[in-house]
């Protein structure tokens, strides 16, 4: 999503010279570090996905390496979950969605590589798995969600097996693909909760890439491609759902809005849904693709940091800080923020949270605010996207405007080369280095006070 084509330009030919500045952070910072048993730090960032990497790098970059910032995340590996799709459909390897994660740990930063199993904001304290204690002056909550694959009966048990797969787990996005490559004809079913996940358009982006597969595969004819979803509608936004739903016509799809996976009967290949007025129906399928329910992880649910509703961090929509604990910020899927839960709605957060921490830090009250940014890159078909950009509300906020060349309104070449090339090169080498803003590309926002 580049908005300004010039900057793009100009950017470009400093590509190579930023990339050699980037790795060269990377060069002084690989060991991790141990936190002791009563440790505290100025600001403790929790998470090392996207969210938590950005705000954390930038907040270095802007502090300096000698900052007191420190990282608590257990993974020895971080992965890059918007290529899941791309796996799925047979674009990417599983294996180019993943590195270690010391190698993203920003120079400066204290790697605490631990579990949360407890907040305490009363205290300004975390507790860890390991039994630990965590004390900090002020905290970014960005663990991003927790994928749930037990909420629907018979699913665990199911998933990996005979037809089931989903992309949103990194040991099942390749199966998924194997599953697509190897289906011959029958009934394939693609689900999507009506609850909140992690990027909404995947669970349809993984149904048009096999559908296109199938088709070049010369078995179409043979398939019956089924979308049963628990909202209602193809997608939120009018201008991207009329396309969508023109796709749905033209390419035979039959789809089920107010449809929620409750069941999967994986011996008898049979899903079961509950409808909108509480009456379910069963499908027999030969192909399932299943997007599990998501939500927060169990600490931030039963910490005061909450939302009683959601069981998001309960933060301003605006500022991203926490409705009743000014020291405490949240940035990613775990905020409880009304807009889609992209990596694209990271690049906008991030800053927004990196300058109000800091004024917040300096005893003032930082003006940035997100506007609910959000893009939902959705491949529908190998060579072709439709890149639906927007804000709060559903208002569209594109980055080109020159149709029909590049109208956003449909599938276009452009747009998934850059879903496919661009924006996997742009995550792994500016945005956890907290380099790269987005729709602004290298240029950093300026907020006035």
């Known amino acids: 999503m580049l908005r ?14 930023v990339v050699g500045y980037g790795c ?10 141990k936190a002791s048993s009563a440790e505290r730090h100025s600001i403790v960032v929790i998470g090392g996905g996207a969210a938590g990497l950005s705000v954390a790098s930038q907040l270095l970059l802007k502090l300096g390496t000698t900052a007191d910032v420190a990282i608590v995340e257990p993974s020895e590996w971080h992965y890059y979950q918007p290529g899941w799709t791309l796996v799925g459909g047979g674009i990417m390897k599983a294996e180019e969605t993943r590195k270690k994660m010391s190698s993203f740990m920003p120079k400066g930063a204290t790697w605490i590589k631990a579990a949360v199993s407890a907040i305490d904001p009363d205290q300004n304290s975390l507790s860890l798995a390991d039994g630990r204690q965590v004390g900090y002056d002020f905290l970014v909550v960005a663990p991003g969600l927790q994928i749930d694959f037990c909420c629907v009966k018979g699913l665990k048990e199911a998933v ?28 394939a079913v693609f689900t999507q909760p009506k609850s909140g996940i992690k990027c909404g358009g995947a669970p349809q982006k993984i149904m048009w890439l096999a559908e296109d597969y199938w088709s070049r595969a010369a078995v179409r004819k043979d398939v019956t491609v089924k979308f049963c979803t628990g909202l209602g509608s193809m997608f939120a936004v009018p201008k991207y759902r009329e396309a969508l739903e023109r796709l749905v016509r033209e390419r035979g799809v039959d789809a089920s809005f107010g449809h929620e996976l409750v069941e999967v009967d994986g011996a008898r290949k049979v899903a079961t849904f509950e409808k909108a007025d509480g009456s379910r129906v069963s499908l027999e399928y030969d192909l399932l693709h299943v997007v599990p329910r998501m939500g927060a992880p169990a600490f931030i649910k039963a910490s005061p940091l909450a939302c009683k509703a959601t069981g998001f961090v309960e933060v301003d929509k605006q500022s991203l800080q926490h409705v009743a604990y000014p020291n405490v910020f949240a940035c990613g899927d775990v905020a409880s923020t ?8 990271v690049t906008a ?5 990196v300058h109000n921490l800091i004024r917040q830090m300096e005893g003032k009250r930082g003006k940035a605010q997100y506007d609910g940014y959000a893009s939902c890159p959705i491949l529908t078909r190998r060579g072709e996207l439709l890149l639906a950009e927007f804000k709060y509300g559903g208002v569209l906020a594109e980055t080109f405007h020159a149709p029909p060349l590049l109208d956003q309104g449909k599938p276009q070449a452009l747009f998934y080369y850059m879903k496919t090339i661009v924006f996997p090169f742009a995550y792994w080498n500016f945005m956890l280095h907290g380099r790269w803003f987005g729709t602004r590309t290298f240029f950093e926002p300026r907020y006035t006070e």
């Open 4 to 17: 300004n084509l010039p900057r793009v330009r100009a950017a470009a030919g400093a590509l190579g010279a």
């Open 24 to 33: 060269g952070l990377l060069a002084e910072h690989r060991a991790e570090t």
């Open 160 to 187: 990996g097996h005979d037809g089931v797969s989903s992309i949103y787990d990194y040991e099942h996005c390749q199966a998924t693909w194997e599953d697509v490559r190897a289906f011959k004809g029958g009934t």
């Open 338 to 345: 009304p807009n889609s839960k992209t990596a694209a709605a």
């Open 349 to 353: 957060q991030a800053p927004v949270v």
